[in-house]
């Protein structure tokens, strides 16, 4: 865990690049913006190898894709690869919808990733393991959480987020918990999205993506547990705007004093 990357997030401010959905786009660009990133969206595969140029990280979110907008993520993390510029993957709802998790598929086939976030239903399909996934939620699957998110990422070669009331967060190797959060974010359609284009963010600025993931997952998540512990009710919509303005404010101590991680 290296939480000094918060201060050298805001210190570079760098670039992430999204192909982001249109359900929880405005959210994730504000959160990118709110954390101390650049946000940007691309939808035109015209204009793609300039805009992974200029790009610190590229965050791809799987959301609610046309068939045309799958060639631009595919040219997307192609390019990506050739500038040698870290890809996070959103595979939304794979576990739910076979053709989504066709296509995540073949995307990975065709481009390697840094990290994959997802939800147990989406990390489980990813690893090819029988869970009941529920939409865009995770669903009531049971199984080893650490052994599927690690199965996930010898799998795809990669590092993997399986986000969820425990995050975790691994290499293929060693596994990392996050505990903090709050049950708010559920209540909040795209935490999910937003927390994969944090982690483009932290990717952004440095080359170890399991510290960026690591990083990212405990920063979003101490930040939604400090905002449901002062406003202290259910109300997701206060929830969604105080967010956006703790992602802003949080400072590394604050975090540290409330950080539950192992
Ligand atoms: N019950 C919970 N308690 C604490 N934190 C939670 C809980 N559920 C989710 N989180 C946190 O919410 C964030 C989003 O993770 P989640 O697994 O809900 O993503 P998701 O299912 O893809 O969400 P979405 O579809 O809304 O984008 C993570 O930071 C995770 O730690
Ligand atoms: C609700 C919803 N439907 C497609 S994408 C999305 C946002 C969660 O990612
Ligand atoms: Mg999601």
């Not at 691309?42 to 140029?53: G, L």
């Not at 994959?116 to 990390?123: F, K, L, P, S």
């Amino acid at each position: 865990m290296k939480l000094s990357l918060l201060n050298e997030l805001r210190a570079q401010n760098p670039i992430v690049l999204n192909v982001s959905n249109f359900v929880t786009v405005q959210d994730v660009a504000n959160g990118i913006n709110a954390i101390g990133a650049s946000p940007i969206m691309s939808e035109e595969i015209a204009k793609t190898e300039a805009m992974v140029k200029m790009s610190g990280a590229v965050a791809l979110n799987l959301g609610a894709f046309t068939q045309d907008q799958v060639a631009h993520v595919r040219k997307m993390g192609q390019l990506a690869n050739q500038y040698g510029k870290p890809v996070i993957l959103d595979p939304v709802a794979v576990g739910a919808v076979a053709y989504r998790l066709g296509v995540a598929q073949s995307l990975l086939r065709d481009f390697q990733v840094s990290v994959i976030r997802g939800n147990a239903g989406e990390i489980a399909a990813l690893a090819g393991i029988q869970w009941a996934a529920k939409g865009i939620d995770a669903g009531e699957g049971q199984g080893d959480l650490k052994a599927i998110a690690r199965s996930a990422a010898l799998k795809h070669n990669c590092v993997v987020i399986l986000s969820g009331p425990t995050d975790f967060i691994t290499d293929g190797t060693t596994v990392v918990t996050v505990k903090n959060g709050t049950p708010l974010f559920q209540l909040h359609v795209g935490s999910g999205d937003m927390l994969s284009s944090i982690v483009g963010a932290f990717a952004a600025v440095t080359d170890d993506a399991f510290e960026a993931a690591q990083t990212a997952c405990l920063v979003f998540g101490t930040t939604g547990q400090l905002v449901a512990e002062a406003i202290g009710a259910e109300l997701p919509g206060t929830f969604t705007v105080k967010l956006m303005d703790q992602l802003h404010l949080v400072t590394t101590q604050e975090i540290e004093a409330v950080a539950d991680y192992e």
